[in-house]
């Protein structure tokens, strides 16, 4: 039989299009079952004891969430399968890890980890918007300085100084081991606009403190790295360097000698934030890596631990609470404030978060006042640091600091310290949360909004709470995750008092609408 080059054109398409198509059709169908059935696992339920539905108290009105929310609880949960498929589908392919494996060595040539990560010379990584800030130019410099000036303002009326503290980020104290040109460069790498910045805000009488020439003395003098190597944030010994230098730029402004702290050697062993965003083929690769901290402990009293009636607030992100925040990794109780507060000799108070070093402290603390805690009570001086990536990424949203005192809104649940209430809630909204390996950090804790409260206490039932909740544990989304409006859930609820100390630094992601700032918030946790 002989085949005509037509016949034979449309086998080969009709082969081509089969092997093509069959791969993505199978996984979508597995990937699509093993997300269903997943979700109805872990769709949490209520104890028999907690009623759902008060016959007396529930009309029809208010238990029926109507046509138009249905449609919109409908569609938000068909766009959330469809995103969540996709994501697993890329996760879970067969394919990937031996594309990967192919490509690996090619990657690892080009320098390329991932989306986020660069890969540099002798096991050096770096986080690409830190690379991506020194050659940006269109950075919010105006935003930014028009934002300090207003924060400064804001203090100024209420007789408190300030202290801006842009903290360098690694490739501008170590670019040589990302670009053999600045091996041997003995001055920090930095873009042409930030000479520039500096000098707006000196000339609008903002006070400045410059982490790089206190680094680049360290490197220049001990011929060591002030940054580790898998992972974005400074060394401890970079870190103590800038403490000590800050501490005698501010001393004449606080009152020294109080506390005395003493210091204890710890070894940490850890990998890096910017490995363990990598693909596990590829972060097997890089070893931990081992530093020696010096924790803070007060004599008699145990760790070091911030003193809200201190005159000194500091307020940073994750360059603050590296070596202070257990969560990262890498030890406690040693961290940026810790190090201040030794080589001040006096306590401080401390308003720290992973990332958004621009705008989290201050929403923090706008959030504090709003519910008539007054944090700047007291104080003398408050120190902002942040990474200064934020200068080209960060928000600079200006944000009016203004002490609320009138009563606050008693439809909001919070349970005392020390107490855990079971209730079941209506899922009103939840704040944005990242993909899994698109930041550099493991750890997530996202806002939840809960109406229609119910209870085994009828004195709780119908009100709402702003409920704190683990979103990314270890680079993997919870089950709350995928709490979407229109979703009744069971939680136990806690105090945030209760577990602050712990959690408090976590990378979190607070609710988008203002009317929720006034809410004192929860922890929770899904039961199952």
Same mark, same amino acid.
């Given at each position: 039989m002989i085949v005509s080059p037509r016949q034979c054109a449309l086998v080969l398409i009709t082969f081509f299009l089969l092997s093509a198509g069959m791969v993505p059709v199978v996984q979508l169908v597995l990937d699509a079952h093993r997300v269903s059935s997943q979700q109805g696992n872990q769709m949490a339920h209520c104890p028999d004891w907690i009623s759902l539905i008060d016959p007396i108290n529930d009309s029809p009105a208010q238990s029926d969430p109507g046509l138009f929310r249905q449609i919109g609880n409908w569609s938000e949960r068909i766009l959330e399968q469809i995103h969540h498929i996709e994501h697993s589908l890329e996760e879970r392919s067969f394919l990937r890890p031996i594309m990967l494996h192919l490509l690996l060595p090619l990657y690892h040539r080009l320098g390329l980890g991932g989306e986020n990560v660069l890969i540099g010379r002798n096991g050096? &990584? +770096? +986080?690409?918007?830190?690379?991506? +800030? &020194?050659?940006?130019?269109?950075s919010n410099l105006a935003e930014s300085i028009e934002t300090i000036v207003d924060f400064h303002r804001q203090l100024a009326a209420r007789g408190i100084s300030l202290v801006v503290a842009p903290t360098p980020v690694k490739p501008s104290i170590e670019p040589g081991f990302l670009w053999n040109r600045y091996v041997s460069r003995n001055q920090p790498l930095l873009p042409p606009v930030y000479a520039d910045w500096l000098q707006a805000l000196r000339n609008r009488d903002i006070r400045i403190f410059d982490a790089h020439p206190v680094l680049m003395k360290l490197k220049n003098r001990t011929h060591e790295s002030g940054y580790l190597k898998t992972d974005t944030h400074w060394t401890p010994r970079a870190m103590e360097a800038v403490a000590s230098a800050l501490a005698d730029e501010i001393r004449p402004d606080s009152d020294t000698g109080a506390l005395g *702290?003493?210091? !204890? @050697?710890?070894?940490?062993?850890?990998r890096g934030d910017i490995a363990v965003m990598l693909n596990p083929g590829v972060a097997s690769t890089f070893p931990p890596e081992t530093v020696s901290i010096n924790a803070v402990t007060i004599p008699g009293q145990g760790p070091w631990r911030e003193s809200p009636s201190a005159d000194i607030l500091l307020m940073g992100d994750s360059f603050s609470n590296i070596y202070s925040l257990e969560a990262m990794g890498w030890g406690g109780s040693a961290g940026f404030a810790e190090q201040l507060s030794y080589y001040l000799k006096q306590p401080l108070d401390r308003i720290v978060q992973n990332d958004a070093g621009a705008i989290a402290g201050r929403r923090m603390l706008r959030q504090e006042l709003a519910r008539g805690k007054d944090r700047l009570a007291e104080k003398k001086l408050v120190i902002w640091q942040f990474a200064v990536r934020e200068l080209a990424f960060g928000d600079w949203q200006p944000i009016e600091l203004k002490l609320d005192e009138s009563e606050t809104d008693r439809s909001f649940i919070v349970p005392e310290p020390g107490e855990v209430w079971t209730v079941s809630g209506i899922v @009103? %909204?939840? =704040? %944005?949360?990242? &993909?899994?390996?698109?930041?550099? +950090? =493991?750890d997530h804790i996202a806002s939840v909004h809960l109406s229609d409260i119910r209870s085994g206490n009828p004195s709780l039932n119908y009100g709402q709470a702003l409920v704190y909740i683990h979103s990314m544990? $270890? $680079? !993997?989304?919870?089950s709350a995750a995928r &709490?979407? *409006?229109?979703?009744?859930?069971?939680? !136990?609820?806690? =105090?945030w008092s209760d577990v602050a100390d712990q959690l408090g630094?976590? $990378?979190? =992601? @607070?609710?988008e609408q203002d009317d929720l700032l006034l809410a004192e918030p929860c922890w929770g946790e899904l039961i199952f």
């Open positions: 050096w &990584l +770096y +986080y690409r918007p830190d690379v991506a +800030y &020194l050659t940006d130019r269109s *702290p003493d210091r !204890q @050697e710890h070894t940490i062993s850890a @009103e %909204s939840v =704040s %944005s949360i990242p &993909l899994p390996g698109s930041v550099p +950090y =493991s544990k $270890n $680079n !993997q989304w919870t &709490l979407r *409006p229109g979703d009744r859930v069971c939680m !136990q609820l806690r =105090s630094g976590i $990378n979190r =992601s @607070e609710p």
